[in-house]
């Protein structure tokens, strides 16, 4: 678990480079004000996440199962949340608005909020 918190913090780390560069240089042209925001809401979000996902992999021992629900829910979390804006600007400028989608986003968002909650909670228990 410790392996996939750090190989993923940095796959979502080099996809956020590599994204926000797409965001910056290829889409200006093609997305509005509004969506260009969006998308990069996306990427902040994953190079945030990947962050947080490295520092687990790093100072965490998994050695309790709800740090690896912690990493479960950011893995997942950022990717539902992440990609799902991603796919909703591209599509919308592309005319094909994923409307599928749109409750994806949010249920990433939740998944992001438990990570932080129980990396609270990983916190807090040291202290009772």
């Not at 509004?34 to 962050?51: C, I, N, P, R």
């Not at 490295?54 to 629900?69: A, C, K, R, S, T």
């Not at 600007?89 to 990570?115: D, N, Y």
Request: one cysteine or more; hydrophobic letters at 55%; proline letters at 2%.
């Amino acid at each position: 678990m410790v392996l996939l918190a750090q190989i993923v913090g940095a796959l979502y780390g080099l996809l956020a480079v590599v994204f926000g560069a797409f965001g910056a240089h290829a889409l200006k042209k093609l997305l509005s004000v509004d969506q260009l925001k969006s998308f990069e809401t996306g990427v902040k979000y994953q190079m945030y996440h990947a962050m947080v996902l490295l520092l687990i992999g790093f100072n965490f021992n998994m050695d309790v199962p709800f740090q690896e629900y912690m990493v479960y829910c950011f893995v997942i979390g950022t990717f539902l949340f992440s990609f799902s804006i991603y796919a909703l600007v591209i599509s919308a400028a592309k005319g094909r608005k994923l409307r599928f989608l749109g409750p994806v986003t949010p249920l990433g968002g939740l998944l992001l909020v438990c990570g932080w909650a129980l990396l609270l909670y990983s916190f807090l228990r040291n202290l009772v």
